[in-house]
């Protein structure tokens, strides 16, 4: 009902969910009145409302509502993660050319705007993508789309949860969501990772031995199939 407001976020939020959030509060036609920038630590608010966070069922729901498309999807797309630090496809590039024998359009979603991201996502009829936050872009895509998540072989058990919440967005979008499993191998960024502020918030055992943090590869023999 508010038609003007302050949002609280945390001073790292990236630019793009900042664009994120200014978008949504366009199509709600409210206006933002500024940024309040927090670090870590306790904060006393008063006059404010804190957003619950929502299952997935609803969530999936939402987005439709929010992000109608009337475009036609006919596209095919590669989401690249080759600027991440980590579950990076170390030999991408490696097969480039045969995505784009196949029609396949190589994205770097962080070089789009947000309504540039949203509307490439949703002209997608296929989604090839390693694990990692750019699938989440499924959440935009129109529904019954094929979806290929490329992932570690074997995954262990501890890690089952977490790498299935992508295929779950797409049961619910009654999508057709593949995992395709690579092969896991070293993160020579890895130092650059512990150093960084994320080790105030992960261990540094973890960031050096779980194989969440580690790259993949795909071997030769199987890019066919991914494809």
Same mark, same amino acid.
């Given at each position: 009902?508010?038609k003007k407001i302050?949002i609280a =976020?945390?001073?790292n939020?990236?630019?793009?969910? +900042? &664009?994120? %959030?200014?978008?949504l509060l366009?199509?709600k036609? !409210?206006?933002?009145g500024?940024f309040v920038?927090?670090?870590?630590?306790?904060?006393?608010f008063k006059n404010?409302q804190?957003?619950?966070?929502?299952?997935?069922?609803y969530?999936?729901?939402l987005?439709?509502?929010?992000?109608p498309s009337?475009v036609?999807n006919?596209k095919?797309?590669?989401?690249s993660?080759?600027?991440a630090k980590?579950?990076?496809?170390?030999n991408e590039?490696d097969?480039y050319?045969?995505?784009?024998?196949?029609?396949?359009? =190589?994205?770097d979603?962080?070089?789009f705007?947000? +309504? &540039?991201? %949203?509307?490439?996502?949703?002209?997608?009829?296929k !989604?090839i993508?390693?694990?990692?936050s750019?699938l989440?872009?499924?959440?935009?895509?129109?529904a019954d789309i094929k979806?290929?998540e490329v992932?570690?072989?074997n995954?262990?058990?501890k890690l089952?949860d977490l790498?299935?919440k992508y295929?779950?967005?797409?049961?619910i979008?009654?999508?057709?969501h593949?995992?395709?499993?690579?092969d896991?191998?070293?993160?020579?960024q890895i130092?650059e990772v512990?150093t960084s502020?994320?080790?105030h918030?992960?261990s540094?055992?973890v960031?050096?031995n779980?194989p969440?943090?580690?790259?993949?590869?795909?071997?030769?023999?199987e890019?066919?199939?991914l494809?």
């Amino acid at each position: 009902k508010e038609k003007k407001i302050d949002i609280a =976020i945390h001073r790292n939020t990236s630019n793009n969910i +900042r &664009d994120f %959030i200014k978008h949504l509060l366009e199509i709600k036609q !409210i206006n933002l009145g500024r940024f309040v920038y927090l670090d870590d630590g306790f904060y006393f608010f008063k006059n404010s409302q804190i957003a619950s966070f929502l299952n997935t069922d609803y969530t999936v729901k939402l987005y439709k509502v929010f992000f109608p498309s009337n475009v036609e999807n006919s596209k095919k797309i590669y989401i690249s993660r080759r600027n991440a630090k980590w579950r990076k496809i170390i030999n991408e590039i490696d097969y480039y050319s045969e995505l784009e024998k196949y029609g396949f359009e =190589i994205l770097d979603l962080e070089n789009f705007s947000v +309504r &540039d991201q %949203i509307h490439k996502i949703q002209s997608a009829k296929k !989604i090839i993508a390693p694990h990692g936050s750019g699938l989440a872009h499924i959440l935009f895509a129109q529904a019954d789309i094929k979806v290929v998540e490329v992932l570690q072989k074997n995954i262990p058990r501890k890690l089952t949860d977490l790498y299935s919440k992508y295929k779950i967005i797409s049961q619910i979008k009654k999508n057709k969501h593949l995992h395709f499993g690579a092969d896991l191998v070293s993160n020579d960024q890895i130092h650059e990772v512990i150093t960084s502020d994320i080790r105030h918030y992960i261990s540094t055992d973890v960031l050096r031995n779980n194989p969440y943090y580690k790259n993949l590869i795909v071997r030769e023999n199987e890019i066919k199939k991914l494809i």
